[in-house]
């Protein structure tokens, strides 16, 4: 069955970084998109970043733009995000996505991880 297992979350001060990791299994990784999306305390859920199945495009929302890097690894079946000047208000569960196509498809995702939480703070 598909697993998606998110790592990496943890404490950050303002302006500092995370790096986190999307470990997949049970499907054939390198043949689907990926996203990352979040959701802060009490707000609905936002898509962050997303990654062709290839590698070879990748999206951003406009609120992390050049600071955010979204990568992937088709041989060890995990997609990356790269969090860099990080901004209290992004406090808040960080979930990777699998898309059901290889190009992404903004809001069709069909299968979630369970998230890990970050939280930015002084």
């Known amino acids: 069955q598909v697993q998606l297992v998110e790592s990496g979350g943890g404490l950050a001060q303002p302006g500092g970084s995370l790096r986190l990791s999307c470990a997949a299994s049970?499907?054939?990784?390198?043949?689907?998109?990926m996203s990352w999306a979040r959701q802060a305390p009490g707000k609905g859920l936002e898509w962050v970043s997303g990654?062709?199945?290839?590698?070879?495009?990748?999206y951003y929302a406009d609120s992390v733009k050049g600071r955010f890097t979204i990568s992937r690894d088709n041989a060890k079946n995990t997609v990356y995000l790269q969090m860099n000047s990080l901004k209290p208000e992004e406090t808040a569960l960080y979930y990777c996505?699998?898309?059901?196509?290889?190009?992404?498809?903004?809001?069709?995702?069909?299968?979630w991880g369970q998230g890990t939480q970050v939280t930015v703070s002084s």
């Open positions: 996505a699998k898309g059901p196509h290889g190009q992404l498809v903004l809001g069709e995702y069909d299968y």
């Open positions: 049970g499907f054939t990784f390198s043949s689907y998109a």
């Open positions: 990654i062709y199945s290839d590698g070879s495009d990748t």
